[in-house]
């Protein structure tokens, strides 16, 4: 989350999210049309373009010195393409690829998956483990976990009754949230085993479609926006921990009286009762419109980051403790000339509490830079395998150095 890339009728566009005032384009290329998938290996140089002009056809750039490093053709249209630092997915409707991304070598085919029209997959940013989910069921919300190191079926999850509609993992790789078409009822799967760890209810009045699930880089939040005007932020906690030991509140023996009540009620209500409600939301000035969600840390603080197909971006503060409704601080727009839009509403903040900013003070548990190596000079020189309808590279893709890779926490 410390960079937006986005795809317009004439290029794509990168920008740092290093800020909030301020929203720096990086980058911005008019050389091909229509994009509509454009992704980039963290801060790195290397960026993956696919557009509505070639739509069976994958580009790999490094921008910063404008040259393409290869270009992949495949035998029906790219529908997604998630890459992490040890492997390169390209998704199409009934079979998915897995690349190795030092050389792009091509390193297993799985195909015939179920139809996946809207090419729904995840993939661990963790490299060391490379997690793949996608859908293991047309009609209902199964899950297929793939290993991307080690090229086998992890496990199979049945997650949801209906077909999923959005996956996602946390910064680790160890847990995956999932949601149905119909985007009631969110859930959290510890990974490689498949356990349920939670279960969030988003809404119950109407159906709704996700469109974004995102954790935050800690794992203690958990966010679900859709076609609807309201974002939600879940809390990963478990506040049952000492169920086994007697209560020492009067709160905490009626939860549990709560508890045993549930036993003797039908298993749709109780089920319903045990389940957690948002933690913080956000109400969207728009609706209909699709969005992807970001929770990130921006200048030391905790942040909810909204883009709307309209080309806006909206930067929220997120109370950590108390949750509630969030506060827009800033929107910028991010089709014009990269100068920003003044909420003119929230141009004074009110000043943070103590509490609010000590919160956020603590180390992150991720991994640095210095401990997760990226690519090498001298890694992946073999030449991919002859696959007719593949062109492969011809030399291994290198960025310019180690340093190109930035810390995975914020």
Not at 204 to 215: A, C, E, G, P, Q
Not at 262 to 273: K, R
């Amino acid at each position: 989350c410390s960079s937006l890339a986005i795809g317009t009728t004439t290029g794509y566009r990168l920008f740092s999210l290093s800020s909030v005032e301020q929203l720096d384009q990086i980058h911005e290329s008019n050389e091909i049309p229509d994009v509509y998938i454009v992704e980039r290996l963290f801060s790195s140089s290397l960026v993956v373009v696919v557009s509505h002009a070639k739509p069976q056809q994958m580009n790999v750039y490094h921008f910063k010195k404008g040259t393409e490093i290869c270009n992949y053709s495949y035998s029906s249209n790219i529908l997604s393409i998630r890459l992490n630092r040890q492997r390169l997915i390209v998704c199409l409707e009934e079979s998915i690829y897995i690349h190795n991304i030092k050389d792009m070598k091509l390193l297993k085919t799985i195909l015939d998956t179920p139809p996946n029209t809207t090419g729904l997959c995840a993939l661990s940013i963790n490299h060391a483990n490379s997690y793949l989910a996608y859908p293991g069921s047309a009609t209902s919300g199964e899950i297929a976990l793939y290993d991307g190191n080690t090229l086998k079926t992890a496990c199979t999850i049945p997650a949801h009754d209906g077909p999923l509609a959005a996956l996602t993992f946390n910064s680790t790789g160890s847990k995956l949230a999932s949601a149905s078409e119909k985007g009631t009822v969110i859930r959290v799967f510890s990974i490689p085993g498949g356990q349920k760890l939670y279960e969030f209810r988003r809404g119950m009045k109407r159906y709704v479609n996700i469109s974004s699930l995102v954790f935050s880089m800690d794992s203690q939040f958990l966010c679900a926006s859709s076609n609807t005007e309201t974002v939600h932020i879940f809390k990963l906690e478990h506040l049952t921990d000492s169920r086994p030991e007697e209560p020492p509140t009067w709160s905490g023996y009626m939860g549990k009286m709560f508890q045993a009540a549930t036993n003797y009620l039908p298993a749709q209500v109780s089920g319903m009762i045990n389940q957690d409600r948002a933690f913080a939301t956000v109400r969207l000035n728009i609706s209909g419109q699709r969005n992807i969600c970001a929770l990130s840390t921006i200048q030391k603080l905790p942040r909810l980051l909204v883009t709307t197909s309209d080309g806006h971006l909206y930067i929220y503060n997120l109370d950590p403790q108390d949750g509630g409704e969030c506060v827009l601080i800033k929107k910028h727009s991010l089709l014009g000339s990269g100068k920003m839009e003044e909420n003119k509403e929230n141009d004074l903040r009110p000043p943070l509490p103590q509490s609010y900013a000590a919160t956020v003070a603590r180390q992150s548990t991720v991994p640095s830079a210095s401990t997760v190596p990226g690519y090498s000079e001298d890694g992946g020189a073999l030449r991919g395998e002859v696959i007719p309808e593949h062109e492969f590279a011809t030399g291994p893709v290198c960025l310019d150095d180690e340093n190109e890779f930035p810390p995975v926490s914020i």
